[in-house]
């Protein structure tokens, strides 16, 4: 699979739990790399690199780290958007 | 102006650039220490080297201002080297003699603490308290700046049969070790947690609160779409408050200090041990904690005058018997002292050959 | 400076008596601050009311990053604007505790620039703690440090801050370099740290020998205590010198958990067989008596604090391991705790406990480890066991093997 396509499939995976389950790194790990039959390993590549860049971000909440799509508030302070 | 461009990844500073050339040249080859007074040591090296420490303590809330005062006093009497020990104590690290004695000159005349080497009460190790943590049930720094005013003079010159290692911790998550001090202070809440059901549906994932209580307290409550907490079951430990916000367990008439004995981190004579329940509740008393404070200092004073050279305090409790010590100190003992959460099995005692 | 000044009567009295106080310190940051000024207001209003203000942690932290700040905001933040947000930054320590000024005025000067100038050296877990900033400042922040050699530490669901004793810089008792084994290790799992990937928690803390003066041994999830496999040296000289100030019998050799110690008043003797090194004598005769042979460190695991199923003292799990650069046996070995523990593990189980419900067999054997008299107390007492259809092929093996040797192997 190309690397786009699996971070688009990434980012899915992440909005389709908005709001309903804190994902943990792993858990989306797990989750696309069975949907997709993509290696573990691409997956948590193609994550870093979607989190080094504020595609996706750690979050922190309920005594445990997570995953999730930042808000415009985040992007805002990082400077990613205007 | 510019930022600079940052960096990911680079991990701590080598320490090495920080160890004075003393330390540089004697590294894993130190022979020997001597304990000269409370608060300075002297560690000589295979080499004959000698390196000179002055342990002062610190208060953990440090201002940059006294940071700075520190490095200036390290510039003038240690080539500018100083460490920090686990414990929040300074050290100064002294590599030529006869700057020692201007330098615990000039701490004396700047009013630092000098001392905590030895058989004595070093500093506290704490938490964060009110100062700036969340799920505090009291104030640490407060706790700890009281019992050290009264405990003073065992941190600079007063002996004890062994040392005294002391803790607080502002709530049972006891961030730090204080579940193995030889005497600490665990605040405690004593009253079931209030839940804000209109804010829980949108903050808080119901299993993950469900299975965050270890009495298995919290079922679900579906008609709120929220939970319920049986009250003859909780403990009050908090846990479900750290995963979810909305229930709130702080009361400030009913949230307190417990006390807690004869724990130790070392394999020195006996094996590492937890800490042991003695007194269950205190109220809190800001900003000085007067009965807590009392309590402190009247088990240190109990153990002073009776335990054996070199005996902690868990081990000289182990020696005469729990029974006696309750009986020695005076302290009530409370069915909170006999367990019913995780350690009953190991904690009852199964023969008759007790003290009256 | 324009800051209002709160009246603090309760907390001013924290500025009386000879212990250090901290109020002093903060008073002495709200000087230039206003952050400080009204964490100053914020904590007289906590002491007068008997009840903390600050909200859960929230969602900040530096971009790539999932740790290292700890978000912190005031309920109260209307009446104390400069503690609104109050975030605390974790900049990872360097091994033991050790500073020079100028590395000391380099965190000071940017941190009065971004944060409340207030500090905590050290937090709990080791790392040298900024107490206190705002969130846009945060990146900044990242940035001077970063740029200048110092990274942040870990927090959330990661690989804590290694943290150590103060080993060879300083100790004759060290039985491997822990400072050095500790920076090994952060730079080796950078990734671990800054990135929370694990289901909670992971400390690892080093210590040189029995004295574990970072209390690894209660607090750490992997507890490395040095220790050492030959004898105890003697110097009799030394003796003789220690004898005309202590009571040998008294002090040394009666305290001794192994009674394995004799002294009739010229030489001091030591069974050596029977020691189990547990320091004591050492730390009372450190002129006469030093450890010899190979030295390394036995490898503990699983201690915690009560939450969430009560508190855990750290189990013995290799009783003995070499330590020596690149340490690439102890790394391996990590790498497979953590692949059990991730396979293992529900959110927010600390690895002991993760060990409980699974069994140490499970756990062992997944991270190649057989079993060995040093990791237990006493054997097991009730007998309900697990025999897997091997373990009893094993045993008849055994007995086959018996039966064509004459000879019982128990």
Redesign the interface.
Known sequence: MEKEELKNKIYAFCEAAKGKKKLKEKDIIKGVSEAESVPGDEVKKALREMIDVGKLMYSYGGGASSVEIPSEEYLREKGLIK | MA?????????????K???PPV?QKN??K????EVITPGSMV?VAESGDK?W?VRC????????????E???V??KYCG???????R?N?EF?VSEEKQLEPLMKELKSKK??IGGIGPRITNV?H???????????T?A??L???M??EL?DY?TTKELPNKVRLAV?CC?????????SDIAVVAVHTKVPVINHDTFKNM??LP?VI??C?TRAISPDPAKKSIKINEEKCMY?G?CF????PIDI?N??R?GVAIVVG?K??????N?K?SKLVIPYIS?E???WPKVVAAIKHIVEVYAKNAR??ERIGEWIERIGWEKFFKLTGIDFTFQCIDD???MRDTMRTASTFKW | MAGKKYNTPLIDDLEKGPWPSFVTEMKKAAKNNEMANDALGHLEKCYSTKRGYWKHGGIVGVLGYGGGVIGRYSEIGDEFPGVAHFHTVRINQPSGFFYNSKALREICDIWDKYGSGLTNVHGSTGDLVLLGTKTEALEPIFAEYSSRGWDLGGSGSALRTPSCCVGPGRCEWSNYDTLDLTYALTQEFQDELHRPTFSYKFKIKSSGCACDCVAALARADLSIIGTWKGDIKIDQAEVKNYAKKMDINAEVVNMCPTQCMSYDGKELKINNAECNRCMHCITRMTKALRPSGERGATLCMGSKAPIVVGSLLSWVIVPFIKLEPPYTELKELIRKIWDWWDENGKPRERIGEVIEIKGMRSFLEAIGVPPQPQQIKEPRKDPFMFYTDADIEGFKAKEAEEKKTGKYKF
């Not at chain 2, 930022?3 to 320490?15: F, S």
């Not at chain 2, 303590?57 to 700075?68: G, N, Q, V």
């Not at chain 2, 049972?172 to 193995?180: E, L, Q, S, W």
Request: proline letters at 8%; charged letters at 15%.
């Open positions: 930022l600079p461009q940052r960096k990911t990844d680079v991990g701590p500073p080598h320490y650039q920080f160890l330390i590294y894993g130190w022979k020997y220490h560690h390196l420490t303590a610190s208060p953990r809330i440090l201002s940059t201002d006294t940071i700075r520190i490095a200036d390290a510039d500018g080297y100083v460490r920090f020990t686990t929040n300074v690290l630092y603490t190790v938490t964060q308290g009110w100062v700036h943590c969340h799920g505090a049930c104030d720094s407060g700890v700046k009281s050290m005013d003073y941190f911790a049972v998550n006891m961030c730090g070790a204080v579940h193995c808080c994932e993950t299975g965050s270890p430990c846990n750290t995963v979810c916000p702080k400030p008439e949230d724990g981190i070392n394999s020195l004579r006996s590492p937890f809190n800001p900003p000085r050279k070199h959460f995780t350690f």
